[in-house]
């Protein structure tokens, strides 16, 4: 089973260097021209965040591992459908790639190497229940609380990115030279040492014998 | 109808938060726990780039891009403990795990 | 509604792009419809393909030369019984082949048949591409998890772990294509799927034969991820029946099983027409920039003609062929009919080549545009699917850990080093 395992971690991890390269690639692209008027905003909207909230909170409450894991890449589809509405295009393919095509699929791996028959007839919750829940609780006061007082706070302005070249400026801010383009180069540096840090951790981790 | 303002996108990201939270401290089983810090990740994700978005600028585009990285990276991480740990005690029960208690 | 419609055929960008609504669900039913038709052929020939490579028949009696076989099979698997094993999770068993279908279809939403011809020319097509795709894993994982058996587990594993391995080196080699469009003269390049053939275009070269032999390397890399990818043959270790008995979908039976058959040739279709886009021209004719007389437009648009009639032509010999003995009545009659319905979209397609002559913009010419690029796309996908088969029927299959290793230890270094290979010979050219 280990030969299975490795390839999907791998996978997991290689990913955001494939996104990251393509968006390197489309550094260079055409200047943009008009843009699309969106169709039916409050419809999808209301949709997409109406299906994303029910995959949460099936994801809390099933008893099967891989009910909840379909049920989180129904959420993680819901936010990159809405990332689309929110004039971010690169952000959603880096979702749908990474979240739903790499970490789903490792998450779907483990839970079949761990699945034990007698997780699915145990009880849901555990021991302190009541507490997590009251916690969870006060943190959503706290929430409508924030959101009821500070909700003068947002402006409601919504300006609009034009969608073109949204993958050339982030490409800049990624990959530019310094200045003020290129304020996350070495951030990005950074990001590729811990992608290689956690490759090796968890591959030293799950080796029978090192 | 209302048009859709920022705010809306802040109240479904705190919803999905509270959710995350929710599982992480009552559920049993440690891989859906795993997955609700995806969830708790993604709220913060959609916050970021329904900010990136009310100011305008890529910042919050480039921060949610670096924290899917991050998200990939702790996801392996912590599912490659949880592999290591069921080989020695065969559970994946976290009212189980208190091998280190006193 | 009505000038929704008409606005589209004067045009030349994708519905999509246009806002058009009504042209976009047309074209969506148009490539459902089609690909199913598709497949439905691709079955048939597939069989006799294969038959005659082993010097054999293939399928004769259903049909004249079994072109009803498919229906024949298909009728078959809608009324055999629907079995779902005991201890399955129902839900899971049910959303496994549809999550693949899914998968499979949705990427078609991005594939250009023509400049204004796909359902939407998005910006980031080649992102979403990449993404959709990978989604198709999660099918075959969980299909194999709700069968609740060893066979179909072990088989998903083995083929989940296959495809998601291959999947590195497939966005590796389409990124080094991307690269190729940023070579123009205005130095841009471009991530939407348009955007690349227009490039293709400018440049004047398929980025087949871009920096010899970058792009063919590169091409080659793809094909066999590709194939990796789709769970053909010889990387077919996870469904062969011979080593797993048929692996992930031992389990399903009839109209499920129909569903996996779908998405598995679907994806196929949409993979080749990936690579054709990518790296073959896409909609583009041979020789585009350099022989552009409008004599030898004409010649070009005359080739759909010719194609359904040298197929009319092999039909007729057929019927030739044919004994001459009275049980074979119905048959040849059967396939006369066929070689007809050939024959005369043959005549239709030449007489539209003939009225569309001229280089104006009347209907008949738009249309005759439309249809050569279709036709040109078609024809390069076809020869991707004989390609398909032809690797199935000439190559034994690989042992698992074999593959493994050609997805890692191979494919992935000879990917990153056409790249960087490419950005220096790229920068260096220019």
Redesign the interface.
């Known amino acids: 089973m280990n030969s299975a395992f490795f390839p999907a971690l791998q996978l997991a991890l290689a990913r955001p260097f494939i996104a990251s390269n393509v968006s390197f690639l489309a550094s260079l692209i055409t200047p943009p021209n008009a843009d699309m008027a969106p169709v039916a905003t409050p419809f999808f909207f209301y949709l997409l965040s109406g299906l994303a909230v029910a995959g949460g909170v099936l994801v809390i409450t099933r008893r099967n591992p891989v009910h909840c894991a379909l049920a989180l890449i129904v959420t993680l589809i819901a936010v990159a459908n809405l990332y689309l509405m929110l004039y971010a295009p690169f952000v959603a393919g880096v979702q749908i790639i990474v979240y739903a095509g790499g970490i789903m699929v490792l998450f779907l791996f483990v839970i079949m190497l761990v699945n034990i028959e007698r997780a699915s007839k145990d009880r849901r919750f555990n021991r302190i229940w009541p507490a997590g829940l009251a916690a969870a609780c006060a943190l959503m006061a706290l929430f409508v609380s924030a959101f009821v007082k500070g909700r003068t706070l947002f402006p409601d302005r919504m300006i609009k990115l034009p969608e073109i070249s949204n993958t050339q400026e982030i490409a800049n801010a990624l990959y530019g030279e310094a200045g003020r383009m290129g304020q996350y180069t070495f951030t990005f540096e950074i990001a590729s040492l811990l992608l290689l840090v956690a490759i090796l951790g968890a591959v030293i981790m799950t080796k029978k014998r090192i | ?12 990201a ?16 440690v ?2 726990i ?3 810090i ?2 708790i990740l ?1 709220a913060v ?2 916050n970021l ?2 900010f ?5 600028n ?2 919050g ?2 921060f ?3 924290m ?10 912590g ?6 740990f ?2 020695n005690q ?6 189980e795990i208190d091998l280190l208690k006193w | 509604m009505l000038n929704q419609f008409m606005s589209y055929l004067g045009s030349n960008v994708t519905p999509g792009s246009a806002n058009n609504q009504l042209w976009a669900l047309i074209y969506v039913f148009i490539i459902f419809a089609g690909v199913s038709l598709a497949v439905v052929a691709m079955n048939w020939f597939e069989r006799k393909a294969l038959a005659h490579f082993q010097i054999r028949l293939g399928p004769m009696r259903v049909g004249p030369h079994g072109l009803l076989q498919p229906i024949a099979d298909a009728i078959k698997l809608m009324l055999k019984e629907d079995i779902i094993p005991q201890e399955a999770d129902q839900f899971v068993f049910w959303i496994a082949p549809v999550i693949g279908l899914l998968a499979a279809f949705t990427v078609y939403t991005v594939i250009p048949f023509g400049p204004s011809q796909a359902v939407s020319d998005m910006n980031i097509g080649i992102l979403f591409m990449l993404g959709v795709s990978s989604l198709g894993v999660l099918g075959i994982v969980v299909a194999g998890w709700a069968s609740n058996s060893h066979y179909p587990l072990i088989g998903a594993l083995r083929s989940s772990a296959q495809m998601v391995s291959y999947e590195i080196a497939m966005g590796m080699s389409v990124v080094s294509a991307v690269l190729m469009t940023s070579f123009n003269k205005d130095g841009t390049g471009t991530l939407s799927m348009i955007g690349i053939v227009r490039s293709q275009q400018d440049q004047g070269i398929w980025f087949l034969f871009k920096f010899f032999p970058l792009g063919l390397v590169a091409f080659v890399t793809f094909v066999i991820a590709m194939i990796a990818e789709t769970n053909r043959a010889p990387f077919d270790m996870a469904e062969a029946e011979s080593e797993l008995t048929a692996g992930y979908h031992t389990e399903y039976s009839g109209l499920r099983w129909s569903l996996f058959m779908l998405s598995e040739y679907a994806a196929m279709i949409a993979v080749s027409s990936i690579a054709v886009t990518l790296w073959l021209g896409g909609w583009l004719r041979p020789f585009p920039n350099l022989l552009h007389a409008p004599a030898w437009d004409f010649i070009f648009s005359l080739f759909p003609g010719l194609t359904f009639l040298g197929l009319a032509a092999i039909a007729f010999i057929g019927v030739a062929r044919m004994p001459a003995h009275f049980s074979f009545k119905i048959q040849r009659i059967g396939l006369a009919v066929f070689a007809a319905l050939l024959g005369c979209m043959a005549l239709l397609l030449l007489l539209l080549a003939v009225a569309g002559r001229s280089a104006d913009s009347s209907i008949a010419a738009r249309f005759r545009e439309g249809i050569d690029y279709v036709y040109w796309f078609i024809l390069k996908v076809a020869l991707f699917m004989y390609l398909f088969i032809w690797l199935r029927a000439t190559w034994p299959r690989y042992r698992f850990d074999q593959l493994m290793r050609i997805g890692w230890k191979v494919l992935l270094p000879i990917t990153l080093g056409v790249l960087v290979l490419t950005a220096i010979v790229g920068v260096l050219a220019s």
Not at chain 2, 52 to 56: E, V
Not at chain 2, 68 to 77: G, H, L, P, R
């Open positions: 109808m209302v048009p859709i303002t920022t705010f809306h996108y802040l109240v479904v705190a919803a999905l938060f509270v959710l995350g939270v929710i599982g992480v401290l009552t559920r049993r089983n891989v859906i795993l997955m609700s995806e969830l993604n994700n959609l780039v329904a990136s978005r009310m100011w305008g890529l910042h585009q480039v949610a891009v670096f899917v990285v991050d998200a990939a990276a702790e996801a392996a991480v599912l490659g403990i949880l592999i290591a069921f080989r065969e559970t994946i029960n976290v009212d």
